[in-house]
């Protein structure tokens, strides 16, 4: 959900200022802002050039650089069109995107709640105002708008699927699972519903599963989120062959992705006991991440099996400098390093 997304950079983001309009550096509306600057961003700059005083035009570039966390422009923009019409509730609900992505979250609210009382049937608001309670756990305020939301329209996949989130939240798997399943009947495409029922279905080991993510890649062949999904669903099964072919599906589209190389290494430690392979795959985790400890622990851990101690000691020595009282590579010291008995 992009609007909780921008939450977690806010942080990053300084306070946004906006120039004075006397000022001799203000910005042009037709400004463009980068070498690589989009065709949709030059085509806004050139509608906005020939109707300067159309206030949708301001709002769709404001959406534009709120997207693109470009949120002082964002802030510039918006405030144009409600200079030009401040009726209009979708502006409103523009204004809550941009103050979310800076950390105003007081603000936000507001600009939401004025975007509900200008229009108290404008579903999205609705739903922003349940998304935003969803973030804060108030789960009864969150069910609250969302089922104004769909008083007005029951035909709302989104709704549904916050709904199943809230409920998924609260514990109650069951509602949730009903709540993502009403959003794919509603929404065939809605791939973050699949993500959601093959997570959930995949801790009941039910089949199911598969399909939920397999969906998903029908929507999103490379997508990283559903392969792994997949991968401990079959991991978890003991259909060790297929997880490793979603854990190889994983690697050839970012070869970086260093849990994919872990699972693969224990795998092969604890299911099948192929050692060489398993410390290959944990070689490969460390490459991707210097300080995985844990990576480090279990390639020691394989080479111990495998008869290499002076490797295994190595391993389970930098595992403890990585993380400090790391019991599992105490506890490899200590049978190394235990005397044989007689």
Do not use: W
């Amino acid at each position: 959900m992009k609007f909780l997304r921008l939450f977690f950079l806010a942080v990053l983001i300084s306070t946004i200022f906006i120039a004075c309009s006397g000022s001799d550096k203000k910005k042009k509306d037709t400004e463009i802002v980068s070498d690589t600057t989009s065709a949709e961003l030059l085509l806004l700059n050139k509608q906005i050039a020939a109707d300067p005083g159309n206030a949708d035009l301001y709002n769709k570039r404001a959406k534009y650089y709120s997207e693109n966390l470009l949120f002082e422009e964002a802030l510039t923009d918006i405030s144009k069109a409600m200079n030009i019409d401040s009726s209009k509730a979708e502006y409103f609900l523009t204004l809550s995107d941009i103050y979310f992505g800076t950390g105003k979250i007081k603000n936000c609210q507001a600009a939401i709640q004025k975007s509900i009382n200008l229009d108290p049937e404008y579903t999205d608001a609705l739903l922003k105002m349940g998304e935003l309670n969803l973030y804060f756990k108030e789960y009864a305020k969150t069910l609250d708008y969302l089922n104004k939301a769909l008083a007005i329209n029951k035909i709302n996949a989104k709704a549904y699927f916050m709904k199943g989130m809230t409920y998924k939240e609260m514990g109650d798997t069951a509602k949730a699972v009903s709540n993502f399943q009403t959003a794919v009947e509603q929404d065939g495409d809605y791939y973050h519903a699949y993500i959601q029922l093959g997570l959930i279905f995949s801790t009941r080991h039910n089949k199911l599963a598969e399909d939920y993510y397999n969906n998903a890649l029908k929507l999103n062949p490379k997508s990283i989120e559903a392969l792994y999904g997949l991968g401990m669903y079959y991991q978890e099964i003991a259909e060790y062959n297929s997880a490793i072919a979603a854990y190889d599906s994983i690697i050839s589209i970012n070869p970086k992705y260093k849990q994919a190389h872990f699972n693969l290494g224990y795998i092969h430690l604890v299911y099948l006991q192929v050692y060489s392979q398993a410390i290959k795959h944990f070689t490969n985790a460390i490459s991707c991440d210097p300080d995985y400890a844990e990576a480090y622990y279990n390639r020691g851990y394989s080479y111990e099996l495998s008869g290499d101690v002076t490797s295994a000691k190595a391993d389970y020595k930098k595992a403890l400098e990585l993380k400090t009282n790391y019991q599992k590579a105490i506890d490899g010291l200590n049978r190394i390093d235990r005397p044989a008995k007689k």
